[in-house]
């Protein structure tokens, strides 16, 4: 994406998590590279979706945008501010600017709170006292996120999982953010609640202009509400682009692989082959070297052993669409997906 002043810049973006062994010292024999070497844009009012199969490092991604662990390595820059490493005294002026809506709408509201102590809890931390005093503004965030003022009394167990994930959008709103990362906030909801829930994000984001980072692993959902779509595997992007170019043009073999598997909604459409992985998803304690998926692809070979292929846009594509492949599918591309070579041996 070419943005001269995005919202947030990650460049380079690295976690590993250090495995420790040994006793009686404890020491670190390894590392676990659930995110190595993530570069993405977010604009002002962008949302971009990022998507993967479990375990490829997304939840990892919005922890690290939002602070909420430390980078190993990289970059990220908020508003032309570098935070990669900022303390608690240089994040404070921009804690209420970058919110997070958690995955589980159960374990991520107390209990022992009301519904209005919560939503107001981010205020007193901040000390911002709204016009018409904190109450007020809590009963017009219920209003908003489609739940009855008058509930501001209640306490969490009294709510449906779809109500309690209102709750948390209306907690992530109450401090007026300019990005909101969205930690996969419909996978625990049942399938008729997500679409509320979906839709209320996409009018909030609408009507206030704030920028989203929505993290998922359903591709018709993500196809839904995001504008960009970065496709990850083992804790690298393998392709970002426009939504309708990914979408209709996916030119690395693991995203047109995934969206093979999308559940077609057209009764009289053709058939599409469906494309089956062999294998799993590689240990990110030892990933394959050279490309990560190659241990999966129908179309590796030795480069792909040895060489990692860069995220740049390969011939054939818009401006703005990048892949990682060495050997990227074209439109006309017919996979014939066969088993990959012994993974055990590749890898």
């Not at 909420?68 to 990289?74: H, S, V």
């Amino acid at each position: 994406m070419s943005n001269t002043n995005p919202l947030l810049d990650v460049s380079g973006l690295t976690k590993h998590f250090p495995i420790k062994g040994g006793f009686p010292i404890r020491r670190t024999v390894g590392a676990v590279q659930a995110v190595d070497g993530l570069d993405f844009q977010v604009a002002e009012g962008e949302s971009l979706g990022l998507v993967g199969e479990s375990g490829c490092g997304k939840s990892t991604t919005g922890r690290l945008i939002t602070r909420l662990l430390e980078p190993t390595g990289g970059k990220i820059t908020y508003r032309g501010q570098d935070i990669t490493h900022a303390g608690r005294k240089g994040l404070a002026p921009i804690r209420s600017e970058i919110q997070m809506i958690f995955q589980d709408p159960y374990a991520s509201l107390n209990p022992r709170q009301t519904v209005g102590k919560i939503i107001s809890g981010p205020m007193e931390i901040n000390d911002i006292n709204p016009e018409g005093g904190r109450e007020k503004r809590v009963r017009e965030l219920l209003e908003i996120v489609g739940l009855n003022p008058e509930h501001f009394n209640r306490f969490p167990h009294e709510f449906s999982g779809g109500q309690r994930q209102r709750i948390g959008v209306a907690r992530a709103l109450a401090l007026e953010p300019k990005l909101i990362v969205a930690d996969e906030p419909v996978s625990a909801l049942d399938v008729s609640i997500q679409a509320q829930v979906v839709n209320l994000l996409q009018k909030v984001q609408r009507e206030l202009g704030i920028a989203f980072v929505f993290i998922a692993h359903d591709l018709a959902i993500v196809r839904h509400f995001s504008q960009r779509v970065a496709v990850m595997y083992l804790g690298k992007i393998v392709e970002i682009a426009d939504r309708e170019d990914l979408y209709g043009n996916p030119r690395h073999p693991y995203t047109r692989a995934l969206l093979s598997a999308v559940p077609e909604a057209t009764v009289d459409a053709e058939p599409r082959e469906r494309i089956r992985l062999a294998g799993d998803v590689p240990s990110p304690i030892n990933p394959p070297t050279g490309c990560r998926f190659r241990t999966r692809c129908w179309k590796a070979t030795e480069k792909c052993a040895t060489e990692a292929p860069t995220l740049v846009q390969v011939e054939g594509n818009k401006p703005g669409h990048l892949t990682a492949c060495h050997y990227p599918e074209t439109a006309d591309t017919v996979p014939a997906p066969r088993l990959a070579k012994d993974p055990e041996a590749a890898a």
